[in-house]
């Protein structure tokens, strides 16, 4: 079974910026959920005086929680996108394993 360093080193790269790209969006997407979180508590300032109840009311608002739920599914997809990058580096570093020890095997013969 002939293996292509290249084509293993290409799909590891793009895999990595694959997930970069991904964990690059969940980052900026949970940025901005808390920024809107702040931004609509500070909203009900003149109304609520309690910080405990501006929390709760930006935290039911309906805007939170699309961006939350927006937020959750990117880093899902982030978190697959690091779980199949971490699968080819495991798969090449067997493929490493399994070479080395041929050429041990090799030697003692």
């Known amino acids: 079974m002939a293996i292509d360093p290249e084509a293993l080193a290409h799909a590891l790269e ?3 910026i694959a997930w ?3 964990d690059g969006a969940a980052r900026l997407k ?3 959920a808390r920024i809107l979180h702040a931004e609509i508590a500070n909203a009900y300032r003149d109304t609520v005086r309690s910080a405990e ?3 709760d009311l930006a935290t039911a608002h309906p805007r939170y929680r699309e961006t939350i739920l927006a937020a959750e599914e990117l880093r899902t997809a982030a978190n697959v ?3 199949r990058y971490e699968a080819l580096q495991a798969k090449i570093e067997l ?5 080395a ?3 041990a095997a090799m030697t003692l013969r």
């Open 30 to 32: 949970e940025r901005t």
């Open 53 to 55: 109840g501006r929390h």
């Open 81 to 83: 996108a690091r779980a």
């Open 101 to 103: 020890t041929e050429r």
């Open 20 to 22: 970069a790209t991904a």
């Open 14 to 16: 793009a895999l990595g």
């Open 95 to 99: 493929i490493r394993t399994r070479a």
